[in-house]
């Protein structure tokens, strides 16, 4: 009888992580530094310059057991027509019994000319997910059935289109084509749906040494109400950043970024909730440190940054 009990708590605690995890894959903030997260055809199209991050996200900050979230990427050009982007992603939920999921993803985009100034990206995502669950520090682990850390390994495959000119992008895409149901020693403790998102975003000159960008991203998951994030941000000086969104149904958020040096750029949001979480978390915090250079000194892309 006591297994049986054990075994119902466990279940009924990878049901409940499953349900805080509603949103399936990593959120992100200050997605527009890495947008080959959302879109696998995205680049940064500077023939010579690789682009690196680190992110980190605390989400719900103030809820035990709340989603943290952390990112390494580089987009690396080989050369005009083709770039890469690699990916690893490490999102972990829950205190007593935590759930961690590991992605790594490599993109690999083409780049066609439509015209003088727009262009066009054909991109394809390749990489596995690891979902991992560690009841080892659990009372559950007293149980033989649990007594082991578990996991499970799924191959994720995306594609997208990515269209643009120097001041305009829009794209479609699916990061993961490939829906699946985790199973772990018997027990469904997740479900993936394919994500469908939608981006576009344009730059214009505002005032001197002013450049304003406002963006949209649309996501929608199958069998799920749509989504979408609106952002506003600002360049001065080719120095600091500004923006301020809006997440629908879900937060306020205040952006900002600055540009330490030519090649290094730190950047912070954090997240007013105003969803029905908003009286039990103190927000949610995201950082980021880019970082750029020419390997090979092929690149001049430094005196007129790409604002996207």
């Not at 879109?39 to 690196?52: E, F, K, M, R």
């Not at 941000?233 to 952006?255: C, M, P, Q, W």
Request: aromatic letters at 14%; charged letters at 15%.
């Amino acid at each position: 009888m006591l297994q049986i009990k054990l075994k119902l708590i466990f279940s009924l605690t990878i049901l409940f992580c499953s349900v805080l995890s509603a949103q399936q894959e990593p959120q992100y903030s200050q997605y527009m530094y890495n947008m080959s997260t959302v879109n696998p055809a995205y680049v940064t199209n500077q023939s010579g310059l690789i682009s690196t991050g680190l992110l980190y996200r605390r989400q719900w900050s103030g809820i035990e057991g709340a989603p943290q979230t952390a990112n390494i990427f580089g987009n690396i050009p080989i050369n005009e027509k083709i770039e890469l982007s690699v990916n690893y992603v490490n999102d972990r939920i829950g205190d007593g019994i935590p759930v961690n999921n590991n992605y790594v993803n490599v993109d690999f985009a083409y780049i066609t000319r439509l015209s003088d100034q727009l262009q066009l990206s054909y991109g394809l995502k390749a990489g596995v997910n690891n979902f991992k669950i560690d009841p080892s520090l659990s009372d559950v682990a007293t149980d033989p059935a649990f007594s082991d850390n578990t996991s499970t390994t799924q191959l994720n495959i995306g594609a997208g289109l990515f269209m643009f000119t120097h001041n305009f992008y829009a794209g479609i895409s699916s990061p993961n084509l490939l829906p699946s149901t985790v199973d772990i020693n018997g027990i469904g403790v997740a479900e993936t749906k394919t994500h469908i998102y939608g981006i576009a975003g344009y730059v214009f000159d505002f005032v001197d040494e002013v450049r304003l960008k406002p963006s949209l991203v649309v996501k929608q998951v199958l069998d799920a109400p749509l989504t979408f994030d609106i952002s506003l941000n600002s360049l001065i000086y080719d120095k600091f950043e500004l923006g301020v969104s809006y997440r629908y149904t879900d937060a306020f958020i205040a952006l900002a970024g600055f540009n330490i040096t030519q090649n290094l750029k730190i950047g912070y949001s954090y997240d007013f909730n105003i969803s029905d979480l908003s009286g039990y978390n103190n927000g949610s915090h995201e950082i980021v440190l880019l970082y750029s250079f020419d390997l090979l000194n092929f690149s001049n892309t430094y005196s007129s940054p790409r604002f996207f």
